[in-house]
């Protein structure tokens, strides 16, 4: 018998970057629930093409350890948390 369920929570979206958005935004706020959310694990794919994942945050290892949390097509040097202005 397995200890580890993996959720899978279908949720539409209009297009890629609104359901990239959404995603961020779902897993960052399960985060704050749970220690159990991986965010980067977390991709979207079209719903007649499920079989084509598109990444949802960078997840690059970072020096020192940890990994980038910011989206996956960001311009910014990467860093373990979102920049706040």
Do not use: K, Y
Request: charged letters at 25%; glycine letters at 6%.
């Amino acid at each position: 018998m397995t200890d580890r369920w993996i959720i899978h929570l279908p949720i539409t979206a209009p297009d890629l970057l609104r359901a990239r958005v959404f995603a961020r935004t779902a897993a960052r706020v399960l985060a704050r629930l749970s220690a159990r959310v991986e965010p980067g694990g977390v991709t979207v794919s079209a719903e007649d093409e499920q079989h084509v994942r598109h990444w949802v945050f960078c997840d690059r290892l970072l020096p020192g350890g940890g990994r980038c949390a910011l989206p996956v097509d960001h311009s910014l040097p990467c860093s373990r948390r979102l920049n706040r202005r």
